[in-house]
């Protein structure tokens, strides 16, 4: 059974540090592209961190020096370090795979084609 769990979300202040964890069940995660998303009410999701089978990576220009994304193969299980926090980072946090065989990230966007989704996990960024 596929499944995507996240943890690690919480209340901070504003330049505090979380690192959320998602933790991936019925297929090696490093063989996927996989990413990390966020949303708050109201609007969109969107991709903030993404990493390729080759261990690339990508993030949005909100997040870039300051959010890491990263696996451990062992666990099987994928982590976003979040740095330098800021209200604006406040939202649902969801990890998301491209699928067993979803393969590479798509170059253009590495953020499409995501069909494994966890529940979210709520980060709250205070000032």
């Known amino acids: 059974q596929v499944q995507l769990v996240e943890s690690g979300g919480g209340s901070v202040q504003a330049g505090g540090s979380l690192r959320l964890s998602c933790v991936v069940s019925g297929y090696i995660s490093r063989s996927v592209c996989m990413g990390w998303f966020r949303q708050v009410p109201g609007k969109e999701r969107e991709g903030v961190a993404a990493?390729?089978?080759?261990?690339?990576?990508r993030f949005a220009d909100s997040v870039k020096g300051r959010f890491t994304i990263s696996e451990d193969n062992a666990k099987n299980t994928l982590y976003l370090q979040m740095n330098s926090l800021k209200p604006e980072d406040s939202a649902m946090y969801y990890c998301?795979?491209?699928?067993?065989?979803?393969?590479?990230?798509?170059?253009?966007?590495?953020?499409?084609?995501?069909?494994?989704w966890g529940k979210g996990t709520l980060v709250t960024i205070s000032s």
């Open positions: 998301a795979s491209k699928g067993r065989y979803g393969g590479n990230c798509n170059p253009y966007n590495p953020y499409s084609g995501m069909v494994d």
């Open positions: 990493i390729d089978v080759d261990g690339s990576t």
